[in-house]
């Protein structure tokens, strides 16, 4: 199972600010997502990485952009928010060697509220 | 169509039954399947994964899964009001991405 770290984990933010949100994962995995999803509603894939320097758009367009310098490091930026970014996001991880079964674990989220 | 289709329910069982919960999808590649349980407000906890044909046991949990009915589900026996929540299917399609469905919110009734 991975340990994947999620910071803050709620923020509140006026619009037009910019904000990262943090995902570690101390497991050494390649794969890292980054889905939102609202209340009561499903999961949608914003963003994902197969590994150090490779980042690609998920099935939802999204305005954030994601970054990955390092293995364990996959942050998202929202250069400039707005009440429609309003949402929970979270961050997964995949185990590698099992690129065929892909299973993913979680991060605990972040629950973000733009005003 | 929807690439994964769930009742969204809200499933409600007594506490003790078997709680059955089902999932569709539309891709024939696919290749592995997924149920996560989600509680209110949390994030998506990996519970049962199943690649094969057939019943796979953890627990009170059972997969199952047929692949020429592009079917797969998940059976809990002696449900617990512990385990009301909602429960996604998610599906390897073979782009090494899930696609999730929208999930199936079970109440346990004590």
């Known amino acids: 199972e991975a340990d994947i770290y999620q910071t803050p984990r709620y923020l509140v933010i006026g619009t037009g600010k910019k904000i990262t949100l943090e995902c570690s994962q101390t497991m050494g995995h390649d794969k890292m997502y980054w889905y939102q999803q609202d209340p009561g509603m499903e999961l949608h894939l914003i963003h994902y990485?197969?590994?150090?320097?490779?980042?690609e758009k998920g099935d939802l367009s999204s305005e954030s952009t994601v970054s990955r310098i390092r293995t364990e490091h996959f942050p998202l930026t929202l250069e400039s928010a707005r009440p429609s970014h309003t949402s929970q996001y979270l961050c997964?991880?995949?185990?590698?060697?099992?690129?065929?079964?892909?299973?993913?674990?979680f991060g605990p989220g972040t629950r973000l509220t733009v005003l | 169509q929807k690439e994964v289709e769930q009742n969204s329910g809200p499933l409600s069982v007594p506490e003790g039954a078997i709680a059955s919960l089902n999932c569709t999808y539309s891709d024939r590649v696919s290749q592995s399947f997924f149920w996560y349980r989600q509680y209110s407000g949390k994030s998506p906890e990996l519970i049962m994964s199943i690649y094969s044909n057939g019943d796979k046991e953890d627990g009170r949990f059972t997969a199952q899964l047929n692949k020429a009915s592009q079917y797969v589900s998940l059976l809990i026996r002696d449900s617990q009001p512990s385990d009301s929540a909602t429960y996604l299917c998610a599906v390897n399609t073979g782009f090494q991405k899930l696609v999730f469905g929208t999930g199936t919110r079970l109440l346990v009734s004590p």
């Open positions: 997964a991880s995949s185990v590698p060697g099992t690129e065929l079964f892909l299973e993913q674990f």
């Open positions: 990485s197969y590994g150090v320097n490779s980042t």
